[in-house]
């Protein structure tokens, strides 16, 4: 069975989103290598409001590498190339699709999704990048309801920016916790004395 994995980041004080759905808060770091973390995933699970985040870039909403599946109760069901819109039941949809051959399924957004597929079982783990940034008010990464116990599985700083990655599983999920493989390795001093010495003896020329 396929995991579903909600992934997102968040500020220091629990925050998915701005009061007004901003994320230009949200920093970039090089070190992630976003076609790695992509690799993981062939479909993205998201409500109306991510949507239309997402949407605003362009195109339908459409994701590189990936089926789109927007759960809605007030966008009419429609079928664009990468996106597909339903009123089905989020839990119905993500029920059938973890049963199905693939991937891991990427929980996209947003809180209130996640409320109600974590509330249902559905969620195997949750996995935060923690933006070292205070927004006050916004949108939270979960709202109200039942306390949900997780185990760590990984964790990474990144010390460009500052943010802190942070895997958990949920007890009783599906196949095991993930580990964060998308983060390049970092080159430490000793590292790269290394290679320059390498790259040294390869140049030199043998003498005759």
Known sequence: MRRLRY????????????PHGEFDWIVMDSSIDFAALYKEFDTAVMGRKTHEVVRAQGGHGAMPGLD???????????THPGVRIVNTDARDVVSALKKTPGRDIWLFGGGTLFRSLLDAGLVD??????????????????????????????????????????????????????????????KTRATRRAKTTVRKRATRRPKR
Not at 7 to 18: C, P, R, Y
Not at 131 to 152: D, F, H
């Open 7 to 18: 992934q997102v980041a968040v500020s220091l004080d629990g925050f998915i989103a701005g």
């Open 68 to 78: 789109v599946v927007v759960c809605s109760r007030t966008l009419p069901e429609s």
């Open 125 to 186: 783990s949750v996995e935060v990048a923690v933006v070292p940034v205070l927004l006050g008010a916004g949108i939270p990464l979960l709202p109200p309801g039942a306390t949900a116990k997780l185990t760590l599985t990984d964790q990474k700083t990144l010390p460009a920016s500052g943010i802190v990655m942070l895997s958990y599983s949920i007890p009783g999920s599906t196949g095991p916790g993930p580990r964060i493989r998308y983060v390049k390795a970092r």
